[in-house]
């Protein structure tokens, strides 16, 4: 699942192409890729996407609509009169055809982008398809009020890379079982998943299934540094590619070439050259070396 560095990339690529296009027109080609707000489809035609932000593993992309009274602010969000709330979940992607491009395999929504109010790019006209092979993925298109009290958004916990090592060492600890859960846990941090949490663990020298409750605040600083650091590191790689990962102009990451325990199960480990164990932690595949990561 595309988890921070990943939907960061998408974000990124996604607005050079998009920001400033007129939405014209939206084709709905598989019902449950549309969560919410059926009803303001129509609304959506006319207006114009303003930013791609993202927000935990959510992209979203903020529209403005000329005839609309005040927007209200969506915390942590830019300003916008209507939002797309993308969850690209397993398989979701991005892509920007020409005019009258057909329908894919998976393409799941068609958003027909009209002409773009950016003096660089005036005339461009397109078709961003939203594909998803599994269909885990969803579009939910949300008024401001609705989006501000949305539980599964104001649930999220702080972006790990927004605040600092003391706020994410607080974070973690905010809850029991083991730190393997507690990075996986939107609640506490967002947009963390498997790679980054398996990766930060390793650098960090925690065993994954460790308890919360028996590190220490330095080891638990540690491993918001080493968090901070993969991300940090693969957010500059334009994330990791593994499964049908593509950013949204097509290209790989290559973060993947940097992991020295995610996927690596029964390989050496790349420090110490001990064989790399696999278990299950939090009920997720988990991959990490008995001997560099101790248990306390
Ligand atoms: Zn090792």
Redesign the pocket.
Same mark, same amino acid.
């Given at each position: 699942m595309p988890e921070l560095p990943e939907v960061e990339t998408i974000a990124r690529t996604l607005a050079l192409q998009i920001v400033g296009s007129a939405i014209t027109s939206v084709h709905v080609l598989h019902s449950a890729s549309l969560a919410a707000g059926a009803a303001l489809l129509p609304a959506l035609a006319g207006s114009r996407i303003a930013r791609v932000a993202r927000r935990g593993k959510l992209l979203v992309l903020c529209l403005e609509h000329d005839a609309d009274a005040v927007p209200v602010l969506v915390p942590g969000l830019p300003k916008a009169s209507l939002y797309l709330v993308f969850h690209l979940k397993m398989t979701g992607s991005f892509f920007v055809h020409p005019p009258e491009t057909a329908a894919l395999k998976h393409t799941r929504l068609i958003f027909d982008l009209g002409e773009n109010s950016r003096p660089e790019k005036p005339t461009t006209r397109g078709r961003l398809f939203f594909d998803d092979i599994r269909t885990f993925g969803y579009c939910r298109v949300m008024l401001p009020n609705d989006f501000a009290l949305w539980g599964f958004f104001t649930s999220l916990g702080p972006e790990p890379l927004s605040v600092g090592n003391e706020d994410i060492a607080q974070a973690l600890k905010r809850g029991g079982g083991n730190i393997k859960a507690a990075l996986l846990d939107q609640r506490r941090l967002a947009g963390i998943g498997n790679i980054y949490a398996d990766e930060s663990l390793?650098q960090a020298k925690i065993a994954p299934q460790t308890k919360i409750s028996a590190l220490s605040r330095n080891a638990l600083l540690r491993l918001a540094v080493s968090l901070r650091a993969v991300l940090e590191q693969a957010v500059r790689e334009c994330g990791s590619s593994i499964r049908n990962y593509r950013d949204a102009a097509g290209n790989a990451g290559s973060f993947q070439n940097s992991f020295m325990v995610y996927g690596r199960k029964g390989e050496k /480990?790349?420090? #110490?050259?001990?064989t790399?164990l696999g278990s299950k932690v939090a009920g997720r595949t988990t991959v990490h /070396?008995?001997? #560099?990561?101790k248990l306390p």
């Open positions: 390793f /480990c790349r420090i #110490c050259g001990t790399l /070396c008995p001997r #560099c990561q």
